[in-house]
């Protein structure tokens, strides 16, 4: 079933444009919110605005107050709206080895992470029948961006190399890919907590190796073992976002 009316925040962000306009290309339309036409903070404005809009569902990618989150996700229950809340694996600590299933613990150990369970909590609290889809890192084969390439164009700007660590198993996904499996879920996955991961286990120096085949050979990247992370995630329920077939010929 097609959204038929999708509000989004975030839009000014990396996920949102491209959801939007994947909700689009299935025959839906899309509403941005305009943080300076409707303020975050202001109850009262975002029910109204949530009201005004007729959307049939709200897909929060913005960043901000948990009680933003919460206000908008109580909206939406009231009014029979579906709403769907980015997550992120980082809501798992360093100390924890994944890869983890929907039903690990999450135990944050930096702002982000506790910021983003604490959306997480304040949804749920409000909006049993919400959707809340963890993502890894994004990645798009361009520069800009809150995404993998970007960052890795950056350190061989700053660094004159890339120094990847062979140690670190980062959840990850292709932006497009990302857009999909958000649009399904919001289309017709039953509400819940899913995970999104398309690394099959490659750690991060092959997965760097991989990219700079694929733009080209822009960079020197070194195998190092600087960062020991394993935050990648598994969910069977949603369908496969795998990197591997993306990169197999790069
Ligand atoms: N990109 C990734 O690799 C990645 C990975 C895991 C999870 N996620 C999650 O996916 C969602 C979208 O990520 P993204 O990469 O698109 O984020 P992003 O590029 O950082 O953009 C977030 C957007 O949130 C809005 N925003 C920023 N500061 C705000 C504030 N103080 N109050 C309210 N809104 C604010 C802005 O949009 P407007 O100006 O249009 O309001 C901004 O462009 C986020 O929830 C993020 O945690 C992203």
Known sequence: MTVARTLITGMHGT??????????????????????EVPPHDEHAVVDF?????????????????????????????????????????????????????????????DYGRYKLACERHVRAVNPAAHIVRLGWQIALRPGGNQMVDYLM???????????????????????????????????????????????GWNFHRLACALNRAMGNPWIVHACEGLRLN????????PSVSIEARLSGA
Do not use: K
Request: aromatic residues 6%; proline residues 6%; hydrophobic residues 40%.
């Open 154 to 200: 950056r350190q061989q700007a700053e660094h004159g190399r890339i120094d990847a660590s062979t140690c670190w198993l980062q959840a990850c996904s292709f932006l497009d890919d990302t857009a999909r499996v958000l649009a399904d879920v919001l289309e017709r996955f039953p509400p819940g907590l899913y995970q999104l991961d398309g690394n099959p």
């Open 15 to 36: 996920v949102a444009p491209v959801l939007a306009e994947e909700l689009r290309r299935r025959g839906g339309e899309t509403i941005a919110w305009d943080r300076n």
């Open 50 to 110: 949530i009201h005004a809009s007729c959307a049939t569902a709200l897909v929060h990618c913005g960043m901000g107050d948990p009680r933003w989150a919460e206000h908008m996700a109580a909206c939406c229950a009231r009014r029979g709206i579906a709403f769907l809340y980015t997550g992120s694996v980082s809501v798992y600590g360093h100390h924890q080895t994944g890869p983890h299933g929907v039903s690990a613990v999450p135990e944050p150990q930096d």
């Open 231 to 238: 935050n990648m995630v598994r969910d069977a329920r949603l």
